[in-house]
């Protein structure tokens, strides 16, 4: 399974609209973020993404997403799920839904969210996407993907990261609960929320997520969803060995299953 990463960055991403600082004006490619996001695919054309930012078209066209079996959401903020009509080409393609993974609270949203794809007008002529929602209670397969559900808090709201056989994604999240640590055991690699350096009210901040990945062990821990006050390379200078931070275009490659 390859993980390519389409976005790390946070809900502004980075360069930040009318925003001067160093970051913004770096002419480091590592540090332009899109919304967070990932691409998951492998050698038998199984394709997937954890959610769905509203850079996904620019993300897929740039990176080479041309189809797309599945969706993963870990919650319904707009950095997570604006890209979602994006995927009404997929449907348009095959003639199929796209089934859409989530809890419960989440696809509520979606449904009122995007209301015209699920009571079209009349007048849209079938140009609206096609989703087949479908509610996430456990652990599931997916062709040779162990799919784990793993709930975490983003300050007091209970979303979702998941395993996919050895890789989590865990993004915008304050507290991994003792129940979700014990889904997290003998990881290839974790991607991980930081937002910046000082603690805030949803996200991990720098040394806790530090914490949380020295206790979590993944052979390797990838930062994501990073504000601008973090460059790529000085960060990564600070950082334990392997941690590492994430940036858009990054590929990895897991070869055991889950």
């Given at each position: 399974m390859r993980i390519t990463f389409l976005g790390t960055g946070t809900s502004h991403g980075i360069p930040v609209i009318g925003c001067d600082c160093t970051v913004?004006?770096?002419?480091?490619?590592?540090?332009?973020?899109?919304?967070?996001?990932?691409?998951?695919?492998?050698?038998?054309?199984?394709?997937?993404?954890?959610?769905?930012?509203s850079e996904f078209r620019l993300?897929?066209?740039?990176?080479?997403?041309?189809?797309?079996?599945?969706a993963l959401l870990t919650h319904p903020h707009s950095d997570h799920v604006s890209g979602l009509d994006d995927l009404r080409i997929f449907s348009q393609t095959t003639g199929k839904a796209v089934p859409i993974y989530s809890d419960a609270?989440?696809?509520?949203?979606?449904?009122t969210r995007?209301?015209?794809?699920?009571?079209?007008?009349?007048?849209?002529?079938?140009?609206?996407?096609?989703?087949?929602?479908?509610?996430?209670?456990?652990?599931?397969?997916?062709?040779?993907?162990?799919?784990?559900?793993l709930p975490v808090l983003h300050g007091p709201d209970r979303i979702l990261g998941y395993r996919i056989n050895n890789f989590a994604f865990i993004t915008d999240v304050t507290v991994i609960p003792e129940e979700t640590?014990?889904?997290l055991e003998g990881l290839d690699f974790l991607a991980l929320d930081c937002l910046r350096r000082q603690p805030h009210s949803t996200h991990l901040h720098l040394e806790k997520a530090i914490q949380y990945a020295?206790?979590?062990?993944?052979?390797?821990?990838?930062?994501?969803h990073m504000c601008h006050e973090f460059d790529h390379d000085?960060?990564?200078?600070?950082?334990?060995?392997?941690?590492?931070?994430?940036?858009?275009g990054l590929e990895l490659e897991s070869t055991t299953a889950g």
């Open positions: 913004c004006r770096s002419t480091n490619r590592k540090n332009r973020r899109n919304r967070t996001g990932v691409w998951l695919h492998d050698d038998g054309g199984l394709s997937a993404v954890v959610d769905v930012s993300a897929a066209l740039e990176y080479g997403l041309k189809r797309l079996d599945f609270s989440t696809l509520r949203d979606i449904t995007f209301a015209y794809a699920f009571n079209p007008p009349k007048e849209y002529g079938g140009g609206t996407p096609q989703f087949d929602l479908q509610e996430i209670t456990g652990t599931f397969q997916f062709g040779p993907w162990k799919i784990t559900p640590f014990q889904l020295a206790r979590i062990k993944a052979k390797r821990t990838y930062f994501i000085a960060l990564q200078a600070e950082l334990p060995e392997n941690v590492f931070v994430a940036y858009d």
